[in-house]
C-alpha cells in the first residue's frame, strides 16, 4: 500500500466490511487438531464428522411410569389385568400374555407383546384375588396403541451423522456426543492469542487509585473485555500487557509475540498519527494485508502476518483504540476469523428482522453498527450516544443495529439486528 506523502493527509481506501471479511478469512488455514475428552469439549470445535456406531434409545421404552398392556386387552373402559412382572429402567421384562399388565418405569423397554402404556394415574391398583399372589390393576380408560411408548432410534438411528465437523460444541452437544458413546472428541486446537494494549495515556486499573490519576490518564478497559472475549472464543491468551507508544518498543513486541502465537490482537495505535505505530511495524515485520474498513465504529483495522522463521505465518489483528470502535471490530472481523482458524463453518451470527423505534436521519457513508435494545412493545431502541467511545451503551444494549451504508432509518422500519448474545458466545 503506498504511504501517503509526508505532510498530505491520509485517505485511505476504505475496504467493505463484507471484502475486509472475505479477505481475512482467506488467510485463515486452519490449526492443527487435537484428541481431548467430551468432557473438556465445550466451545470447541469438532475436527471430525461424529457418526452413531448404534441406536437410541435402543429399544422401544415407557415414556411414564405406569402399566405396560396389550391395548386390545383394555378396550372396555374399567379393564382388569393380573400385574405379573415389574420391569425398572435397566432390567428387561418377560413377553407379556394376553391378560397381563406389566409395572414399569420410565426408561424400562417395552416388553414383547405390550403396544401401550397407561400411566398409574389412570389406573388403580387392586388386592390380589383369594388364593393368588398375583396383584391386578384397574386401567380405567382404554389406551391407543403406542400411547406413552417412546421408539426405538427416535433420537438417533445407527448410522447417521449426529454432530458434523466444523461445529463448534455446545453443552446440548456434548450431551448427544455421549449419548452415542463418545468419550472423546477431535477437536481444533486452541489458537494461541497474545494481546496487546498501546497508549502511553492507559494505565492498569490497581496501579492508580482513581483519585491519583494523572491528566491525561485513563484506564485500561479494551484489555479486560478483549481478553474475555478472546477466552470465550476458545483462545489461549498471552497477555503482554501495555506496549509503550514507540516504534522501537512495538517492534520488539510483536517480534517476540508473532515467534509463539497465531494471532497477535492489538487495540489503539492503528491510525494515521505519530504516535501510531502498528502498522508501521507490522509493515517493518511481514506484510499488511488490509487496512481500514467502512465501517462506524471502527474505522481503522490493520490486519496482516509476520513470518515465523520455524515456519508459518502470526496473523495481526490491529483495532482502533476507542473502546466501542475496538468491540465492533473485534465481533465483526476478529471473531469470525478466529472460528474460521478453528475450522468453523457457522461463521456469522443470527440476525433478526425487527421493528424500529426510533429515527436515525443522518446517513453515513459507512456502514454501521448501532448499539440498540429490545422494548417491551417489541421493537429496537438506541442508546442516546452512539459515539465510539462510550462503552456504556454497550452494556446496555441487547445487540447491534446493522445499518448498511448510506441509509436513514423512520420509526417502523424493518432493520437487521444481530443479538450480541449470539456475538458473545
Ligand atoms: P488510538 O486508536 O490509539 O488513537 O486511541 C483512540 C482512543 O481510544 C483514544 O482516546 C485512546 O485514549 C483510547 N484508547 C486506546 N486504547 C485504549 C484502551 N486500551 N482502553 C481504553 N481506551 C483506549
Ligand atoms: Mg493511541
Not at 477431535?186 to 496501579?207: F, I, K, N
Amino acid at each position: 500500500m503506498a504511504e501517503p506523502a509526508a505532510g498530505a493527509p491520509a485517505r485511505p481506501a476504505l475496504r467493505s466490511l463484507d471484502d475486509a471479511l472475505a479477505q481475512l478469512l482467506s488467510h485463515a488455514a486452519a490449526l492443527p487438531t487435537e484428541r481431548i475428552g467430551t468432557f473438556d469439549a465445550d466451545g470447541r470445535v469438532l475436527a471430525e464428522d461424529l457418526v452413531a456406531a448404534l441406536t437410541v434409545p435402543p429399544a422401544d421404552n415407557s415414556a411414564m411410569d405406569g402399566y405396560a398392556v396389550r391395548a386390545a386387552d383394555c378396550a372396555a373402559a374399567g379393564a382388569v389385568l393380573r400385574v405379573t412382572q415389574r420391569i425398572a429402567a435397566g432390567s428387561v421384562g418377560a413377553p407379556l400374555q394376553p391378560g397381563e399388565a406389566a409395572r414399569i418405569f420410565t426408561g424400562a423397554p417395552i416388553p414383547p407383546g405390550a403396544d401401550a402404556v397407561v400411566m398409574q394415574e389412570d389406573t388403580q391398583l387392586l388386592e390380589a384375588p383369594a388364593g393368588s399372589d398375583v396383584p391386578q390393576v384397574r386401567v380405567q380408560l382404554p389406551p391407543s396403541a403406542g400411547q406413552w411408548i417412546r421408539r426405538a432410534g427416535e433420537d438417533v438411528s445407527a448410522g447417521r451423522t449426529v454432530l458434523s465437523r466444523g461445529l463448534r460444541l455446545t453443552p446440548q452437544a456434548l450431551g448427544l456426543a455421549a449419548s452415542i458413546g463418545a468419550d472423546r472428541l477431535q477437536v481444533s486446537r486452541r489458537p494461541r492469542v497474545a494481546l496487546l494494549s498501546t497508549g502511553d495515556e492507559l494505565v492498569m486499573p490497581g496501579d492508580v487509585p482513581p483519585e491519583a490519576m494523572k491528566p491525561g490518564a485513563i484506564y485500561n478497559s479494551n484489555r479486560f473485555f478483549l481478553r474475555a472475549l478472546l477466552q470465550r472464543l476458545g483462545c489461549e491468551v498471552q497477555d503482554l500487557g501495555i506496549v509503550p507508544d514507540r516504534l522501537d518498543a512495538t517492534l520488539e513486541v510483536l517480534r517476540a509475540a508473532a515467534a509463539r502465537n497465531d494471532l497477535i490482537l492489538s487495540t489503539g495505535g492503528v491510525s494515521v498519527g505519530e504516535e501510531d505505530h502498528i502498522k508501521p511495524a507490522v509493515q517493518a515485520l511481514g506484510e499488511l494485508q488490509l487496512w481500514s474498513v467502512a465501517l462506524k465504529p471502527g474505522k481503522p483495522f490493520a490486519f496482516g502476518a509476520i513470518a515465523r522463521e520455524a515456519g508459518g505465518v502470526c496473523h495481526v489483528c490491529g483495532l482502533p483504540g476507542n473502546p466501542v470502535s475496538s468491540f465492533v471490530t473485534f465481533v465483526m472481523l476478529v471473531r469470525p476469523f478466529l472460528l474460521a482458524l478453528q475450522g468453523c463453518t457457522a461463521l456469522q451470527p443470527p440476525r433478526l428482522a425487527m421493528r424500529a423505534d426510533f429515527d436515525w436521519p443522518r446517513a453515513d457513508r459507512r456502514r454501521e453498527f448501532l448499539r440498540a435494545r429490545l422494548n417491551a412493545a417489541g421493537g429496537l431502541e438506541l442508546f442516546a450516544n452512539q459515539s465510539s467511545g462510550v462503552l456504556t451503551s454497550t452494556v446496555w444494549a441487547d445487540g447491534l443495529v446493522d445499518l448498511p451504508a448510506g441509509q436513514t432509518v423512520r420509526r417502523g422500519d424493518t432493520v437487521s439486528f444481530v443479538p450480541l448474545s449470539a456475538l458473545l458466545a
